[in-house]
């Protein structure tokens, strides 16, 4: 199941790589145009049109959200199994380099059981607030790129709620233990989680990018639970997804 993911990820990237290559960077902010100029940066705007400074204006930074399905798994004592993912983001830039985002994460898990472990079904939900670092911006004057390579790293909440499969094939909630729980709702448990990740996005046109993301997910605790088994090994649970994001930036004012 894992390669099934990671070849569906390389046709994925392979589809994202012809699709860049059939743009052309006149999809960049044209350098003209006094719309996407901050107030404050008239003057300088001004001057590098009559060639007075040699440097055009940074434009305005716009909010971005974005919407993206994709694939997830987690580690722990059990078999590693695929689920669906998705995911629903807000980012506004601080500067060339570094973004703030806040948004929220699901996932649908399921795995098979090792050695005297059972299958089982997660369902997972994550708020979290991330910074973004973008990798190939570091310049304030090469215009706006149409490609953006970044990496992440942020805090959030997690809750989530497991199933396991008993030997008459139904399934029933269960949380062998369940330590390091901040809050139980119903068969839920909350835990505060670290997310650190890498991307890629390619800008379609003035509004829109097509981005893949690597999104991974780490309890701050030990939680090892999350597959609805503990065999004793104390192996710590992770949840991974991988996104394909379609980006909006909202017009600039």
Known sequence: MVN???TLLAVL???L????YAQTSSFAWDWKDSSVVP???IGQYQEFLQNKNPFPT?????WEISAAPGLSTITGDSKLGLGIAGSITARKALGN???YRIGWFG???YGKGSTGGKDFKNYSHNLSAEIVASLNTFSNYRGDPTSNIYVFAGVGYTLSGTQVKNAAGKYYYTYPEAKYTIAKLDHQRLFTTFSFGLGYAYKINKNFNLGIEERFLSPVQ???YVTGQDLGTGTKNFFYATYIKLNYNLMRK
């Open 17 to 20: 790589g012809v699709a860049s």
């Open 222 to 224: 030990k939680v090892n």
């Open 97 to 99: 380099v570094v973004s």
């Open 107 to 109: 996932a649908a898990t």
């Open 39 to 41: 107030e404050n940066s």
């Open 13 to 15: 990237l392979l589809t």
């Open 4 to 6: 099934k993911k990671y």
């Open 58 to 62: 940074k434009p305005r930074n716009a």
